[in-house]
């Protein structure tokens, strides 16, 4: 065999055999210093905020109200009815093959037990007043006078729990029924079908409790997929190929495209001027402005922890099934005073950067990590962050946070701060 | 003959693949590479003694002028390093030179050649320690690693000075790069800094080899080589913004699922930082070469070696840099004849044994090394090519604890051609 030929055969072997060879293992060594460094920082005294009240957010929640409660007095609900069910519009209803049996408006209750001092409910109906009685989101208190309408009394009734096949739990129910031909106040007969399949009916209901309650009643909204809605049961007649005449027996359910509960609030109180407040029903929310000069003492190339808190204390004993949202500020907050009764919210969030809440004994700690990291990167400018409670939240319950007035205080709000840098 | 060239080269390739790491990497600008030839492995000199032939060393350009031949050298090594005290074993092996060296005339010499200059690859894992931060109680544990290194491309020119005197220049032109990350643990979560690297400088030798000692007639060889650099080494760095690997993946993604913090499309552009005097070395050899006996030669050398740059920067992975390094090596060598007849007259056959000191810049901490070393060296074909093999043997105290174990081999391929011949005019 020729040397050179040996010579390649044993590089070849030799190459494959040392690159199989080779290994990299991790070598333990006692590495107390690295170029990238733990290190923590609190901050006290450098937050501050103000509330300030919007009109009443009722719109969007998952239950309607009626009553009283905590010093708000829920004065109606309105409800209006979508224009079709499948494809099935109100005004196919009144061929001449079709004969309404029954109209039914139904609410479920919220709960699972009948009230114990049953109320009587009134329901009205707007078949004069337009193509459009209220906003889900708009229309509030302020800038909504019944008395500019006329609503006609459909009627009365109390609420009903039927009787339970099994073990299942049956909801109450608030049924208005017999409801296809009214007779009005004043003699006349209105067909709600009809009244309905004009295109610019307003479709619209108010629900109300007579005489008033002392304490809260709800129901669910449409919200929840269980909401308000109108059944109307009929019979067709057909002829078949056979010239049989046939006549089916159906239903078809009209749901809540809008639902929306008017209350009047409570007056404003001291807590709510001088603490940081969150409430829908009060349309209470909070600017919390955060002084963040000792940013451009830490190290140019942070990199912020998890960990990183602005922690409020509020004053509450306990605060159960409540949510408070924060988001940084989009616009500059041109007064940092209280202010009420703003018509429309004038400060937009930046959405894109979502803080999570933590509440944890005493307190909620807002993670502000990415807040400070983009700060930092001249991402985000430091205008503040927005509180606000969660559709969720009981519209009537308000929680208060302490903010800080100037005073050396326990309660005060301030920043937890935990950073690597290199 | 192509067949075996091609074979060379993709072979050298292949193991240009193979990954390792030893300590010394992780301080200054890494392990520096001491001998380049498996020759002088085989003595254990740094490549200023004649080992490869009958005076001549691969990698000193002052002996070169009496080769014959063209020479396409490559050296392939590797080293393992054994640590005692927790028995880890690491390993690398890859292209330790490449080099062509072409004699003009027997007067002149020319030579290129590219092979590593230092390695930065390291990988090191501390223990996990609990710290109290406020309230919390947080696992913390660090890790380093570093990939990478600078290489050498160098030419180098030989030519008599005098009679008796040859000189020997070699432009090392320094290039390459690395990269450094360092991540820290904290609660299972890794936040991870980079850092890259881009090196350049030039560094100038000189060698002189002279015949004019003798001592009782026995003619003794001398070699001298002077070392500094003529264009300090120059280091840009970039450094990338720290980020919270929450996807695991090592790298700074953009992944959907569990994304790293902060945002990839919001990171800042890395901060560059350029240090222009960051590495400034100096050295001095000295060696003498003597036949003792018929193609006995005893060779003995030393070597001084310092940084004199102003490296106050704390660039390396362990927080410390090499400032000095020297070493003591003697070394015995039987030559192959001239002609040789029987196959045993083919080979060279060399040992040596050395001592090194390295001293650490701010630890003011002394590493020794105390090695042996074998090669021999095989004749063959009409161009007089060789294969090279060496392998050392060393125990290096003052790293670690228990200290490490050091194999080191090279295998060198030196395949020759006739080049600058006249042709007889027909």
Not at chain 1, 59 to 71: A, D, F, H, I, P
Not at chain 2, 18 to 38: H, K
């Amino acid at each position: 065999m020729k040397i050179p030929i040996v010579i390649s055969r044993f590089l070849w072997i030799l190459s494959i055999c040392v690159f199989l060879s080779c290994s990299e293992d991790t070598i333990p060594y006692p590495l107390d210093k690295i170029p990238l460094q733990l290190d923590t920082l609190i901050l006290y005294n450098k937050v501050t905020g103000t509330s300030y009240q919007t009109l009443p957010e009722m719109g969007s929640l998952e239950k309607l109200y009626l009553g009283s409660k905590n010093g708000f007095i829920n004065l109606f609900t309105l409800i209006q009815i979508s224009s079709q069910s499948s494809n099935t519009t109100f005004e196919d209803l009144l061929k001449d093959s079709i004969s309404i049996d029954n109209v039914i408006l139904k609410f479920s209750f919220s709960v699972d037990t009948l009230l114990a001092d049953n109320p009587v409910f009134r329901l009205s109906f707007f078949p004069d007043d337009g193509d459009s009685i209220f906003h889900e989101y708009n229309t509030n208190y302020k800038n909504f006078d019944i008395s500019n309408f006329t609503p006609i009394i459909l009627g009365e009734t109390y609420l009903a729990q039927a009787e339970p096949e099994s073990s299942e739990t049956v909801t109450p129910e608030l049924i208005f029924d017999s409801l296809n031909v009214v007779e009005t106040f004043s003699g006349d007969t209105l067909n709600i079908v009809e009244t309905f399949s004009d295109s610019v009916s307003n479709r619209t209901f108010l629900l109300e409790v007579v005489g008033g309650y002392d304490d809260l009643i709800s129901f669910k909204s449409r919200e929840t997929g269980d909401g308000p809605n109108l059944s109307v049961y009929y019979q067709e007649t057909s002829v078949n190929d056979s010239d049989v005449v046939v006549i089916d027996t159906l239903y078809r359910i009209f749901p809540a495209i809008k639902d929306l509960s008017v209350l009047t609030p409570p007056d404003t109180t001291t807590e709510d001027v001088t603490m940081l407040a969150v409430g829908r029903g009060k349309g209470l929310k909070s600017l919390i402005q955060l002084n963040l000069d000792t940013l451009s003492y830490l190290p140019e190339q942070i990199l912020f922890r998890s960990e990183t808190y602005l922690n409020l204390f509020y004053d509450a004993e306990e605060v159960e099934n409540f949510s408070v949202f924060a988001f940084p500020l989009a616009d500059t907050v041109n007064s940092w005073d209280f202010t009420s009764f703003i018509e429309k919210d004038p400060y937009d969030i930046n959405g894109n950067y979502a803080l999570p809440v933590i509440w944890d004994n005493g307190k909620i700690k807002i993670r502000i990590q990415s807040y400070l990291q983009y700060v930092k990167f001249n991402n985000l400018t430091n205008l503040g962050i927005k509180l606000y409670g969660s559709t969720n939240n009981d519209p009537f319950q308000t929680v208060y946070f302490y903010s800080y007035n100037g005073e050396v205080n326990s309660l005060n709000p301030y920043i937890t701060v935990q950073y690597v840098a290199p | 003959m192509l067949r075996l060239k091609i074979s060379l080269i993709l072979s050298l390739f292949l193991s240009t693949l193979g990954l390792g790491q030893t300590l010394l990497n992780g301080y200054g600008l890494g392990s520096v590479q001491y001998t380049r030839d498996a020759a002088s492995l085989g003595i254990s000199s740094t490549g200023l003694l004649p080992s490869f032939r009958p005076h001549v060393s691969v990698s000193n350009p002052s002996t070169w002028r009496v080769l014959q031949y063209t020479y396409l050298s490559g050296m392939y090594g590797g080293h393992e390093v054994e640590q005692k005290n927790n028995t880890l074993i690491h390993g690398r092996s890859d292209l330790d030179q490449f080099q062509l060296i072409i004699p003009i005339k027997q007067k002149y010499a020319w030579g290129i050649g590219i092979n590593p200059y230092s390695d930065q690859r390291i990988s090191l894992i501390g223990s996990e320690t609990t710290t109290v931060f406020g309230l919390d109680t947080l696992t913390v544990r660090n890790t380093i690693s570093g990939f990478g290194g600078i290489n050498s491309f160098n030419t180098s020119f030989g030519f008599p000075i005098s009679e008796k005197d040859i000189l020997g220049v070699t432009f090392d032109f320094l290039f390459g790069s690395s990269r450094q990350e360092a991540i820290l643990t904290v609660d299972q979560k890794d936040y991870i800094y980079e850092q890259r690297r881009l090196y350049s400088g030039v560094l100038l030798k000189i060698f002189i080899q002279s015949d004019r000692l003798k001592i009782k007639k026995i003619p003794i060889d001398t070699y001298l080589a002077l070392g500094f650099s003529a264009k300090p080494l120059a280091i840009k760095i970039y450094s990338y913004q720290p980020f919270e690997d929450n996807n695991g993946s090592g790298y700074h993604d953009a992944s959907s699922i569990n994304r790293d913090f902060p945002d990839l499309a919001s990171n800042p552009k890395p901060i560059k930082t350029y240090y222009s005097n960051s590495f400034h070395p100096i050295e001095l050899q000295f060696g003498l070469d003597s036949e003792i006996a018929t193609r006995l030669h005893f060779q003995t050398e030393v070597a001084f070696w310092k940084d004199l740059a102003s490296f106050k920067h704390n660039l390396s992975a362990l927080h410390d840099q090499i400032s000095s390094r020297n070493q003591l090596n003697v070394g015995l060598v039987k030559f192959s004849t001239k002609v040789p007849h029987e196959i045993w007259n083919r080979f060279h056959y060399r040992t040596g044994i050395y001592i090194r000191q390295i001293k650490l810049d701010y630890s003011q901490k002394y590493v020794n090394q105390y090695g042996v070393s074998f090669g021999i060296g095989y004749k063959f074909g009409l161009a007089n090519n060789q294969i090279d093999f060496g392998f050392s043997i060393s125990k290096r105290d003052g790293l670690i604890k228990d200290g490490e174990i050091i194999r080191q081999f090279s295998v060198g391929l030196s395949i020759g051609d006739l080049w600058f011949v006249k042709r007889r005019e027909r």
